[in-house]
Structures are given as structure tokens and as C-alpha cells.
């Protein structure tokens, strides 16, 4: 699930084409609109990346997931970032895992309080690389790139290289994506356990 940060930096860095052919890939229905209105050059490229588009609707479950993550209120404030995380959660209960690719302190917050795993700006370098995007030396250049171009700072644990933290960066995002389905999954055991005994 991709965040309209993630799609902004990648498009500043002229890098948005590499997601191509990569995994399925899904945005929330107000965050691909609201990038659609910075110009044709922009919407063409979404429309090339052929992205599922998920509207939060009143009615919807993710419409209650949403207003769950909100405390009840609503406000166009992040309004992307929570019907991103709004989606993922509902996809979570049909057994679909989609992790929240975001580069937004708060949404990663909100993201790690429910659980769900989160795709910074090294970890989606490394995750672009693991499936062929770019290579190593690619992902350096774009990283420095953002740098220049969309306010990227590098954390103080920086290595020097994409590389020296992709192992690390790949393991620690595949077993927080195995916990999250195993919390999911024990969860709903547990519910429909407890809604059998009611019967």
C-alpha cells in the first residue's frame, strides 16, 4: 500500500516509472486522486502503473476502520495516510497482508500502534532492489537524489550504502510482516472461537 509521500518522492526523483512490473501494487482512492490533480504527465504514469485504487466509503468496513483510527472525528488533516492504513487493515482481515509503504513519522506511529508493518524510504530502496528494479548503485543515486530534491534526511545509523542495511532491512520487514499475520490470524481464531460459543 503506498502512501502519497512515497508516490511524490519517487516522482521528485524521476524513479516513480521502476515500479513497473513490481508486485501488485495498491493506493488508496483519495490519495491517487490527489496526486491525479498535479497535472496529465503525473496521471499518466499512474495510469501506467496500473495501481489498485480503494475508495473509503460511509457504509464501508473501511469507512469503520477509518473512523476507529480517527477516534471518532473526521478531518481531511492526513486524511491519505489513515484511509491508507483504513484499507490494509480490512484487506489484513481478508487474509490479504498489505504492508504501508509510508516516509511520514506520523503515519508510521499510527501504523506500528495497530500493528501493521511499515516500509520506510531505505527499506522500499531495498525491497526495489530485491525485485529487480534498480540495482544497488541505482538505489544510492536516488537516495542521495531525494536528499536534493524532497527533503530526505539520513538517519544517524546510516551505513554509507543502500546495500549495507538491505540484508537487515529485508529481515527485520519479513518477520514484522510473519508476526502481523500471525497476530491476524490467532485473532480470528479467538473471535471465531468466542462467536461459536455464543451460538
Known amino acids: 500500500m503506498l502512501d502519497a509521500c512515497v508516490l511524490f518522492r519517487l516522482d521528485k526523483c524521476e524513479a516513480l516509472p521502476r515500479l513497473k512490473g513490481l ?13 491525479s490533480k498535479d497535472g496529465p504527465r503525473l496521471r499518466k504514469l499512474l495510469t501506467e502503473l496500473r495501481m489498485t485504487k480503494h475508495p473509503v466509503v460511509p457504509g464501508s ?6 473512523a476507529r483510527i480517527r477516534g471518532g472525528l473526521f478531518s481531511n488533516q492526513d486524511l491519505g495516510e489513515a484511509e491508507s492504513l483504513a484499507v490494509v487493515l480490512v484487506a489484513a482481515q481478508k487474509q490479504r497482508f498489505l504492508p504501508l509503504a509510508t516516509f511520514d513519522g506520523g503515519a508510521a506511529r499510527t501504523a506500528n ?10 527499506s522500499l530502496l531495498a525491497w526495489m532492489v530485491a525485485c529487480g528494479c534498480m540495482s544497488f548503485e541505482e538505489a544510492d543515486d536516488l537516495e542521495t537524489l531525494a536528499a536534493q530534491r524532497n527533503g ?13 542495511h538491505a540484508s537487515e532491512l529485508r529481515q527485520s520487514t519479513g518477520a514484522a510482516i510473519f508476526d502481523w499475520k500471525a ?12 462467536t461459536r460459543r455464543k451460538s
Open 23 to 35: 508486485a501488485p501494487l495498491h493506493v488508496a482512492a483519495s490519495v491517487h486522486a490527489e496526486l
Open 61 to 66: 468496513r473501511e469507512w469503520d476502520e477509518l
Open 113 to 122: 500502534r495497530l500493528g501493521v508493518p511499515v516500509l520506510d524510504f531505505l
Open 152 to 164: 530526505w534526511k539520513r538517519p544517524s545509523s546510516y551505513r554509507g550504502s543502500v546495500e549495507a
Open 183 to 194: 497476530r491476524v490470524k490467532g485473532f480470528q481464531k479467538r473471535k471465531g472461537s468466542t
